[in-house]
């Protein structure tokens, strides 16, 4: 009696012990996959092991839910479909990805980092989201941004951008949906008040590489305003008149090794010391056409 009840004590330890190893096991240790996050950008961060694939992206994260992973990656496939078909670009095949990524978008949802993240590298977008689902109400522009430059990073297919930071930003806020912050001439005539005393008076087309922001700038909320305002100018019939494709032939030909003042001069009809130049006066005339 007494061995038949040690026994079964036994048993049952054993099976608790068993259930406990089971479930470490389906605990992965987070882990870095050889990811194009790893190689191409600055972060380094580890995933929790379980990422999951779609259509044009594949969703990683550091501790989101499976279900915030899964409206991402849904949202992201979308906004990606949104993006191509700004540019009427069905080449899929043509794009130049990172050969860890697999033909796929990293999209990597980071949720406990401690940061707010919102950047593209060649194959992989960082996005914060701190709540444990996707309002996706305020996602739209910032997810569409950073897919821009996605897109522009596959079509040229290298690690580094080879447009002047002016253009990048100004076409992924115009495919983000863009902004109204400068409408009129009174607009545009407060931002060069506002930027004085800065060399250019805060002309854009100064901005080639990050460095050249003024010292104190807000690089990411101030410049917007006359990113968004130029490339509305370059696209808009009433402006310069070019379009959504000019910007992809000009990304074209900088994957083919043309410099990006040959490459906008080719495809804009414009030399960028000219529109250096010109700026605030071509502006000025393109906002007063708008209003007349």
Known sequence: MHISRLLLILFLLLLVFTKCEDQKEDQPVPETEEGSWVIYSPLKWTHDGYPITGTFCKVYSDGASYSLKQQCLEFSDRMFIDVLNQFSFDKYDDLQFPPENKSRINVYIDTDH????????????FIAIKTPSLDTSRYDYLFKHELTHEFEFLIEGQCNLGTDVWFREAIAIYCGGGFDYIQTVEDIENWIQENEHYPGKGNPIMIHVWDDFPEGADITGYYCKVFDITMKYLLDPVGLNKSIQDVLSLFY?????????DAFENNFGLSLEIFEEE?????????EALNS
């Open 114 to 125: 401690g940061v707010n993240v919102a950047y593209a590298y060649w194959g992989t977008i």
């Open 253 to 261: 030909d900088v994957r083919n090794g043309s410099s990006f003042g």
């Open 279 to 287: 700026y605030y006066d071509r502006i000025t005339a393109y906002l």
